[in-house]
């Protein structure tokens, strides 16, 4: 005779209390962090945990710098006003989408590391090295001159820490600081440049 399957039988109903325990979610679970920030848990990736630490500090302030960026791009995207507003309205957002993946690469570099990465607003604020700009609108020309200052802070520091990476022989980050940050900011300080040329598109 063929024996039944284990799949097949049937368990007798728990007890009331015991369904109601595994389906109840415990909503007021509390904990200390399992890892401080600043802290390197050490993978196995052939870098020692000094090399990931100082890696982890030159991504975490090209981060913070990224975001904020990625965050103008966003503001002037809305605030925009003139002529060229559709031009820039569009490209700003295209710049922006850019920047959220260089957030995302930086970020994932910083955890495979052993790191951890910036990410609420504060943090960023407080980190940071952008000038903030007002809250109110400004001219297209005046959005265009801080993101290029911006971009610029940021081509120099990721070409500095390009070099320091490289030196500690921690390839992949300097990949991301030259693949990544430095020839999309390039890419992008070459487009909002030539909107600062004198031509006019509405006089001639
Ligand atoms: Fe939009």
Not at 77 to 94: A, E, I, K, R, S
Not at 125 to 130: F, G, L, P, R, Y
Not at 158 to 173: Q, T
């Amino acid at each position: 005779m063929a024996s039944k399957s284990p799949t097949s039988k049937t368990l007798p109903p728990a007890p009331a209390t015991a369904r109601a325990t595994a389906v109840q979610p415990n909503l007021h679970q509390q904990s200390h962090e399992t890892q401080k920030y600043g802290e390197i848990v050490k993978l196995p990736n052939g870098l020692s945990e000094k090399v990931c630490k100082e890696s982890v500090a030159l991504l975490n302030q090209c981060l913070a710098d990224t975001i904020t960026l990625r965050d103008m791009y966003k503001k002037h995207h809305w605030q925009v006003v003139g002529p060229t507003f559709n031009q820039l309205h569009l490209m700003y957002d295209q710049h922006f989408e850019a920047q959220v993946l260089l957030v995302d690469i930086l970020a994932e570099r910083i955890q495979l590391l052993g790191g951890i990465a910036l990410a609420m607003a504060a943090d960023i604020a407080e980190s940071t090295k952008i000038q903030r700009p007002p809250r109110g609108r400004e001219p297209a020309a005046v959005q265009i001159r801080r993101l290029a200052e911006a971009h610029e802070m940021i081509i120099i520091a990721a070409r500095d820490a390009a070099k320091k990476v490289d030196d500690a022989g921690d390839d992949g980050s300097n990949d991301v600081f030259v693949s990544n940050v430095l020839r999309t900011n390039e890419l992008q300080v070459w487009f909002l440049s030539e909107h600062l040329v004198a031509a006019s598109p509405v006089t001639a």
